[in-house]
């Protein structure tokens, strides 16, 4: 298995632009993460899905941001519209099942938002 | 409130020198806890874990890990450190009451020859 894959790898855009973060877990997994690290707030869990379906997006920042997981093999991120602030590192990674198993990192999705 | 503590931004040691990494952890219930490294432009890696059994946990590269459930802590160790060590170390707990896995703030480890 090649991992997980996160696409693109950088991304820059303009402030209010839509911007689409996508991810394709390793073949097997049931658990998929949204993480953002910033030099700021560090590494912070944006949502969780189980078996396609989330779980907990209590750490979705605002109404700008979005996630789907549409079937097993692929999830987004959606930021709409996008602020400078949103600029970070944006990791997706997957584990068997839920948090007590080892998770997979991609290798993220740089983004800044200018 | 859940919460993991790293208390050095960046630990220093001498190549072939034992190194520490130290974590403290807060979760209500039984912990899991995870020690993950980072080296740049990269994902975290898993480097080992803690569920329950031995409170010594050996993992990749030579790392290990003790459970300390009375200090409430669980700090990495290795008896002979590399240069190629040199990376972002990230402690993070959890447990089945909460839920979900906390990352610690990381800890820069510099190797030097």
């Known amino acids: 298995d090649a991992g997980v894959i996160q696409s693109p790898r950088h991304e820059v855009t303009e402030m209010g632009q839509e911007v689409t973060l996508r991810c394709k877990p390793i073949?097997?997994?049931?658990?998929l993460f949204w993480y953002r690290q910033t030099m700021m707030r560090g590494l912070e869990l944006l949502i969780y899905f189980n078996n396609n379906v989330p779980i907990d997006d209590s750490g979705m920042p605002e109404d700008r941001f979005s996630a789907k997981m549409p079937n097993a093999s692929f999830s987004t991120l959606k930021i709409q519209p996008s602020e400078p602030r949103d600029s970070a590192v944006y990791f997706c990674a997957s584990s068997l099942e839920g948090f007590n198993t080892e998770a997979f990192f991609g290798q993220g999705t740089r983004l800044t938002v200018v | 409130a859940q919460s993991v503590a790293q208390p050095e931004d960046q630990v220093n040691v001498a190549e072939g020198n034992p190194l520490t990494v130290k974590c403290t952890y807060s979760?209500?219930?039984?912990?899991?806890l995870f020690w993950y490294v980072q080296y740049p432009n990269r994902g975290l890696q898993f480097l080992l874990k803690y569920i329950t059994g031995d409170n010594l946990v050996k993992g990749s590269y030579g790392f290990e890990a003790e459970f300390n459930k009375s200090q409430t802590s669980f700090h990495l160790k290795k008896p002979s450190a590399l240069v190629s060590d040199s990376a972002l170390y990230f402690c993070a707990s959890g447990s089945g009451n909460t839920g979900k896995l906390i990352f610690g703030q990381g800890t820069t480890l510099q190797v030097k020859p």
């Open positions: 979760v209500s219930g039984n912990p899991y």
């Open positions: 073949s097997g997994h049931n658990s």
